[in-house]
């Protein structure tokens, strides 16, 4: 897909969010609704949606394969927990920020934003392998995100049962086993979970609304942070993978979802759980406008 044909796919993301901005200066969005909202895309929507995008598959490939694209998971995760232990080392910040920070490494936003791209650069064969590679992102952000973000002190097992995680779980048995449950099931579960991503980009935008924009954008740690997360890592995975037997569509995605930008579903687990939402707010409204340039840079250059 050539430069231009991406970043017309990045500026559909941009509107949403300024949309949500929008709303939140109309009085529509904001506050307790921001509260109820967050709440509604991780206890329902957004565990419909993961298990959707296993189950409403046409073809799931075989054992094999799936393994081979875990198997590329492995070093992706690996390498992203290289630089979530690194860099907040480097900068200093008060402790939630650093919270922030370790997340923005950690997690990009292989679901919201990573599976359309897929698409749009690798055709709709592509959605399975973008899947499957976000399922230890889904169980990881949800069990480790919230303990990143606020420490070990607000931690509480049964954060380990939330209904992301199980429905994380579940998707994965079934990738794993190939079993196929009633179309039906995965038309209404695709349904639900069909408004997670757009209602979860109105959200960021209406969280951005209460920040002073101009300190986003003069903030030279955010400015190093973004370089790193949509520029750095996936050209440090692009030369890891140049030398494995990878396939190309599976180093394809796997580089695509490594340059997205921070996980929108940060800021719903720091309003759920006490963390630092500014900050979070902050860094994803900028890593998420930088990629609108950065993505089609990563697609000419790396794929």
Request: charged letters at 10%; proline letters at 6%; aromatic letters at 8%.
């Given at each position: 897909?050539?430069?231009?044909?991406?970043?017309?796919?990045?500026?559909?993301?941009?509107?949403?969010?300024?949309?949500?901005?929008?709303?939140?200066?109309?009085g529509?969005?904001?506050?307790?609704?921001d509260q109820?909202?967050?709440?509604?895309?991780?206890?329902?929507t957004?565990?419909?949606?993961?298990?959707?995008?296993?189950?409403?598959?046409?073809?799931?490939?075989?054992?094999?394969?799936?393994?081979?694209?875990l198997?590329?998971?492995?070093?992706?995760?690996?390498?992203?927990?290289?630089?979530m232990?690194a860099?907040?080392?480097?900068?200093?910040?008060?402790?939630?920020e650093?919270?922030?920070?370790?997340?923005?490494?950690?997690?990009?936003?292989?679901?919201?934003?990573?599976?359309?791209?897929?698409?749009?650069?690798?055709g709709?064969?592509?959605?399975?392998y973008?899947?499957?590679?976000?399922?230890?992102?889904?169980?990881?952000?949800?069990?480790?995100?919230?303990?990143?973000?606020?420490?070990?002190?607000?931690?509480?097992?049964?954060?380990?049962?939330?209904?992301?995680?199980?429905?994380?779980?579940?998707?994965?048995?079934?990738?794993?086993?190939?079993?196929?449950?009633?179309?039906?099931?995965?038309?209404?579960?695709?349904?639900?979970?069909?408004?997670?991503?757009p209602?979860?980009?109105?959200?960021?935008?209406?969280?951005?609304?209460?920040?002073?924009?101009?300190?986003?954008?003069?903030?030279?740690?955010?400015?190093?942070?973004?370089?790193?997360?949509?520029?750095?890592?996936?050209?440090?995975?692009?030369?890891?993978?140049?030398?494995?037997?990878?396939?190309?569509?599976?180093?394809?995605?796997?580089?695509?979802?490594?340059?997205?930008p921070?996980?929108?579903?940060?800021?719903?687990?720091?309003?759920?759980?006490?963390?630092?939402?500014?900050?979070?707010?902050?860094?994803?409204?900028?890593?998420?406008?930088?990629s609108?340039?950065?993505?089609?840079?990563?697609?000419?250059?790396?794929?």
């Open positions: 897909m050539s430069f231009l044909d991406t970043l017309c796919e990045m500026l559909v993301i941009l509107f949403a969010i300024v949309l949500g901005y929008a709303a939140n200066r109309m529509i969005l904001g506050g307790e609704t109820r909202i967050s709440k509604l895309l991780l206890r329902i957004m565990p419909a949606m993961i298990l959707a995008a296993v189950i409403t598959g046409e073809a799931l490939p075989g054992l094999a394969e799936v393994l081979s694209i198997k590329v998971g492995v070093v992706f995760y690996v390498m992203e927990a290289l630089f232990l860099v907040p080392r480097l900068m200093r910040g008060t402790p939630g650093k919270g922030v920070w370790r997340f923005t490494m950690m997690f990009p936003n292989v679901g919201f934003i990573g599976y359309p791209v897929a698409v749009a650069l690798f709709p064969e592509a959605l399975f973008a899947v499957v590679l976000a399922l230890p992102f889904n169980l990881m952000a949800f069990t480790m995100g919230p303990l990143l973000l606020v420490g070990a002190r607000r931690f509480r097992l049964r954060q380990m049962f939330s209904p992301c995680v199980v429905a994380s779980l579940l998707a994965l048995l079934l990738a794993l086993s190939g079993l196929r449950p009633p179309a039906l099931l995965g038309e209404m579960l695709d349904f639900v979970g069909g408004i997670t991503v209602l979860s980009l109105l959200l960021v935008g209406s969280l951005l609304a209460g920040l002073p924009v101009g300190q986003v954008f003069a903030s030279p740690k955010l400015w190093l942070l973004s370089v790193v997360r949509l520029l750095v890592m996936p050209a440090a995975l692009w030369l890891i993978l140049r030398g494995m037997d990878a396939g190309y569509l599976v180093m394809g995605v796997a580089i695509s979802q490594m340059a997205m921070v996980a929108v579903n940060g800021s719903m687990l720091c309003m759920e759980y006490g963390g630092d939402a500014e900050s979070m707010a902050r860094i994803t409204f900028l890593t998420t406008l930088a609108i340039v950065t993505i089609p840079l990563v697609a000419v250059l790396l794929l």
